[in-house]
Every structure is written in structure tokens, then in C-alpha cells.
């Protein structure tokens, strides 16, 4: 009897430990609550350019913004662009201390319609129709 006990007690406490690690980790990110919607870079679009910008930045201990959002790497045309989006984000956080967080925005042309992933306010992905090739006389 005190076997079975021992055993259901354990299972019923790994259980219990197993929410509370799930439960952890699932707050452990500030929760993004208003962001403005990422653009394709016209000048960009039109030039064929395309790929991935890489952006640091910081939230401060309890606060809602990012700051010193740096470019870590990407094509120049597009650079300016995702540090922008980056500046209209608006976290929900309960950080005491402040904390540097990666960013990446992919972005693509593609022969279909405008499109915007956000898998996390850690990869977004831009999705633009390739631009139309001017027909030639010839």
C-alpha cells in the first residue's frame, strides 16, 4: 500500500512540476501588446533586394519600449525598415532588470500577395509580390 502510494505521489508530483516549468516558460518573455505592421522597403522591392535583417535591442527593467535598437546585419535598403518597426513595438513586462533581446525580419518577393508572419516578436517574415519587369519593345 505505501508502495503504490509512494508511486502515485511521484507521478502526481513530476506532473506538478512539469506545469509549473511549461507554466515559467511561457512567461518568460515580455509579451508583445501593439506593434505597427512591418513594410517592404519600396526602393528595396523595386531593386529586387531581399534577406534578413538582424536587430538587437533593449527593454528596459519594467519598461514598455525598446531602446538602443542596433542593426547586427542586413542589406542597407532594408535596415532602416525593421529598426522602424522595431521603435512602434509595445511590451507588456514585468522585468525588474533590463534585457537585450534578438530580432530578425526575413524579408521576400514572391510571386504571390503581400503577406506578414509574426512566429514571435523574435522572427517576423515580409512577404512582397516580386516587382513586374518592364516588357520589353524588342
Given at each position: ?6 508511486k502515485?505521489f511521484?507521478?502526481a508530483?513530476?506532473?506538478?512540476m512539469?506545469?509549473l516549468?511549461?507554466v515559467?516558460?511561457?512567461?518568460d ?6 506593434a505597427?505592421l512591418?513594410k517592404?522597403?519600396g ?6 533586394v ?11 527593467a519594467?519598461g514598455n ?18 529598426k ?5 513595438w509595445?511590451?507588456?513586462?514585468g522585468?525588474?532588470?533590463a534585457?537585450k533581446?534578438q530580432v530578425a525580419?526575413?524579408?521576400e518577393l ?7 508572419t509574426?512566429?514571435s516578436?523574435?522572427?517576423?517574415t515580409i512577404?512582397?509580390?516580386e516587382p ?7
Amino acid at each position: 500500500m505505501f508502495r503504490k502510494f509512494t508511486k502515485n505521489f511521484l507521478v502526481a508530483l513530476t506532473c506538478l512540476m512539469f506545469m509549473l516549468a511549461t507554466v515559467a516558460r511561457a512567461e518568460d518573455e515580455p509579451e508583445l501588446v501593439s506593434a505597427n505592421l512591418p513594410k517592404y522597403p519600396g526602393l528595396a522591392r523595386q531593386a529586387g533586394v531581399y534577406g534578413t535583417v538582424k536587430l538587437m535591442f533593449t527593454l528596459p527593467a519594467k519598461g514598455n519600449e525598446p531602446t538602443d535598437i542596433g542593426i547586427e546585419s542586413g542589406h542597407a535598403l532594408l535596415n532602416e525598415a525593421a529598426k522602424e518597426n522595431v521603435r512602434s513595438w509595445h511590451f507588456r513586462n514585468g522585468y525588474t532588470v533590463a534585457r537585450k533581446y534578438q530580432v530578425a525580419f526575413d524579408y521576400e518577393l514572391r510571386n504571390t500577395t503581400r503577406s506578414i508572419t509574426f512566429e514571435s516578436f523574435h522572427k517576423i517574415t515580409i512577404i512582397a509580390p516580386e516587382p513586374l519587369q518592364p516588357k520589353s519593345n524588342f
